[in-house]
């Protein structure tokens, strides 16, 4: 079965930085896309950023550009998300979403459990 495991959450003060890693385990053959989206309580899943897997290219939102960084470990299949800068704002519970996976088990599109992140001024 493909599973998908977050770490690297706490809480820290404003400016400070931490880094969130994001693991795909399983008999894995390939992933389209994997993706970090942060959901505040109350409120929708935020896109936060994307890694084309193949391609390596990235993208990011708005909110985060200049201060989120994606990088990737393709042996262990996993994916950081370096956050420099932090914000109150940037408090969230974050979750990565491997999507488009080919498994030898079914694939498609697998959610981690979240891992919080809470900033403090």
């Known amino acids: 079965q493909v599973h998908v495991v977050e770490t690297g959450g706490g809480s820290v003060q404003s400016g400070e930085s931490l880094r969130l890693s994001c693991t795909v385990s399983?008999?894995?053959?390939?992933?389209?896309?994997l993706c970090w989206y942060r959901q505040a309580p109350g409120k929708q899943r935020e896109l936060v950023a994307t890694?084309?897997?193949?391609?390596?290219?990235?993208e990011y939102g708005d909110s985060v550009k200049g201060r989120f960084t994606l990088t990737r470990d393709g042996a262990k299949n996993t994916v950081y998300l370096q956050k420099n800068d932090l914000k109150p704002t940037d408090t969230d519970v974050y979750y990565c979403?491997?999507?488009?996976?080919?498994?030898?088990?079914?694939?498609?599109?697998?959610w981690g459990q979240g891992t919080q992140v809470t900033v403090s001024s």
């Open positions: 399983g008999t894995i053959f390939g992933i389209a896309l």
């Open positions: 979403k491997a999507a488009g996976v080919v498994a030898a088990s079914p694939g498609g599109n697998f």
């Open positions: 890694l084309n897997w193949n391609r390596g290219s990235t």
